[in-house]
């Protein structure tokens, strides 16, 4: 029975510490060399698609403070001297945010309600740093990197999502809810 406690206490501890090693994972392979033309460009989007796909099933495990550290780690490695710090950190918790507060229309819907939302969430991401990068530095920077960043992370989030959503603890796509309904396709509730 204790070799039951202190297992089950290791799986405790694992499932909380998945979301922030994950995200850590991300965060630092956005500095490898990687070869690959346009796949290295969009690294620095990888973070928030993690973001993303861990504020579906389990929010709480992604407290703002963690959130505000992988961001400012984040912009550290990337950003080098005269970048904002803290951009991507403010980027993280509003992803967290608009997620938490749009469960009900990313949770239990299709795929692709789930890819078109990320959509909308890396695009107001790329915006964000952006914008923020270019006050702060005040010069004119060009959009194009950014909106290649942005292509190439939507075209990868049908390849990273599913592994992620296998990777994150209690998927609620995956465990049925009574919470949801029973109605099939093309029934209506009265």
Not at 3 to 11: C, S
Not at 63 to 78: C, F, Q, R, S, V
């Amino acid at each position: 029975m204790r070799a039951d406690g202190v297992l089950g206490m290791l799986d405790r501890w694992g499932r909380s510490a998945l979301p922030g090693a994950t995200l850590l994972f991300f965060v630092l392979l956005t500095l490898a060399p990687l070869r690959a033309p346009y796949l290295s460009g969009a690294l620095p989007l990888l973070p928030a698609l993690v973001v993303f796909q861990f504020s579906l099933a389990t929010p709480e495990r992604l407290p703002g403070p963690l959130l505000l550290i992988m961001g400012i780690l984040l912009d550290l490695l990337l950003g080098g001297p005269g970048a904002p710090v803290g951009v991507s950190a403010l980027g993280f918790v509003l992803i967290r945010a608009a997620v938490v507060n749009n469960r009900r229309y990313l949770v239990g819907v299709p795929f692709l309600f789930q890819w078109f939302g990320f959509c909308l969430l890396a695009l107001g991401f790329v915006a964000l740093v952006w914008f923020f990068t270019a006050l702060w530095t005040w010069t004119a920077i060009d959009p194009l990197p950014a909106l290649m960043q942005y292509a190439v992370v939507i075209v990868i989030y049908p390849l990273l999502a599913p592994l992620l959503a296998r990777v994150r603890a209690r998927d609620p796509l995956n465990v049925p809810d009574a919470s949801r309904g029973t109605a099939r396709p093309g029934e209506t509730t009265s």
